[in-house]
Nanobody
Framework: QVQLVESGGGLVQPGGSLRLSCATS????????MGWYRQAPGKLRELVAT???????NYADSVQGRFTISRDNAKSTVYLQMNSLNPEDTAVYYC??????????WGQGTQVTISS
């Protein structure tokens, strides 16, 4: 059974930082593309960042330079360090895993709210 469990969301003031974590289970971590998506109210879910098993990272233009995705293979966990947060980053953030077969998995989401 594949499971992705996010944590680390919360309320932060503009300019602040948060680190999201996604703990995985089901022996999927090492060979999967891992990533983060987000969905703001009234908007479509959008890609934030991805990290391949080979170490390649990809970021949305809106977060480039502010967010950093990383993975700890020993802990089967992927992280999203978010700096210089602004109200436009407010969204539910979802962890995502994509197998080479095309099967994808999603976490339950964690709310991130940027507000003064």
């Amino acid at each position: 059974q594949v499971q992705l469990v996010e944590s680390g969301g919360g309320l932060v003031q503009p300019g602040g930082s948060l680190r999201l974590s996604c703990a995985t289970s089901g022996n999927i971590f090492s060979n999967y593309i891992m990533g983060w998506y987000r969905q703001a109210p009234g908007k479509l879910r959008e890609l934030v960042a991805t990290f391949t098993s080979g170490g390649t990272t990809n970021y949305a233009d809106s977060v480039q330079g502010r967010f950093t995705i990383s993975r700890d293979n020993a802990k089967s966990t992927v992280y999203l360090q978010m700096n210089s947060l602004n109200p436009e980053d407010t969204a539910v953030y979802y962890c995502y895993a994509l197998a080479s077969s095309g099967q994808s998995y999603w976490g339950q989401g964690t709310q991130v709210t940027i507000s003064s």
